[in-house]
């Protein structure tokens, strides 16, 4: 079975602080994708990265970085925690970019900015 | 833009009766569907996918139906049992170009003894 792991379950940091979020997969798949998901607001896509070193926003870039020096981790940076991204952050990673295989999340992060 | 619609308001059903949840779009063609599973505090687990030239999917309880014309997809759940309660998420895809993969907001389905 597909294993994404991510580094933390519950997190909570400080308003201006530098978030670092860690997802790691043991599938070998090019594609990974970090989501938020808020009540009433559904899972929204922060970015996702098709292969090492590559990386496209997604539907809500704004305040987050990525990066992808290893096929198997994807990282997601706050690069200054405010507390409206306060959330659930979840990790996904599928084996092909086409949309006809599903995909493999990870049990999320709960980040809390106070 | 893109809409994704769901249920807004959660389903409840008693058990052994079947559970059909809604999955409209708009705005675009997706080639695919995806519907996913969510229990609370997890991450969604995959169930089904359909084709749009596929118009019906089953799995074992599950099946899954996508009318390109309606862009509507049904997600039925029969002999439906408590541990089925959870949050349903649908996930159309179109062909092409590396996948933004967007979700519906969800159904709460909770079925009850």
């Known amino acids: 079975d597909v294993k994404v792991t991510q580094s933390s379950r519950y997190l909570v940091k400080r308003t201006g602080e530098k978030v670092f979020l860690e997802c790691v997969q043991d599938m070998d798949h090019e594609n990974m994708f970090w989501y938020r998901q808020d009540p009433g607001l559904g899972l929204r896509l922060i970015y996702f990265s098709y292969d090492v070193k590559m990386k496209e926003k997604g539907d809500i870039p704004e305040g987050y970085s990525v990066s992808r020096e290893k096929k198997e981790r994807f990282s997601l940076i706050l690069e200054s925690a405010s507390t409206n991204q306060t959330s659930m952050y979840l990790c996904?990673?599928?084996?092909?970019?086409?949309?006809?295989?599903?995909?493999?999340f990870g049990n999320g992060t709960r980040l809390t900015v106070t | 833009s893109q809409k994704i619609e769901q249920n807004s308001e959660a389903l409840n059903i008693q058990e052994g009766k079947t559970a059909t949840l809604t999955c409209n779009y708009t705005?675009?063609?997706?080639?695919?569907l995806q519907w996913y599973r969510q229990d609370p505090g997890r991450g969604p687990v995959f169930l089904l996918l359909?084709?749009?030239?596929?118009k019906e999917k089953r799995k074992e309880r599950l099946k899954v139906t996508f009318d390109t014309t309606l862009k509507q997809s049904l997600f039925h759940i029969t002999a439906s049992q408590p541990a089925d309660s959870a949050t349903y998420l649908c996930?159309?895809?179109?062909?092409?170009?590396?996948?933004?993969?967007?979700f519906g907001t969800g159904t709460k389905l909770q079925v009850i003894p």
């Open positions: 705005n675009y063609s997706p080639a695919y």
């Open positions: 996930a159309p895809l179109r062909v092409g170009g590396y996948q933004k993969v967007t």
């Open positions: 359909i084709r749009e030239n596929e």
């Open positions: 996904a990673s599928s084996p092909t970019p086409t949309g006809n295989s599903p995909l493999h």
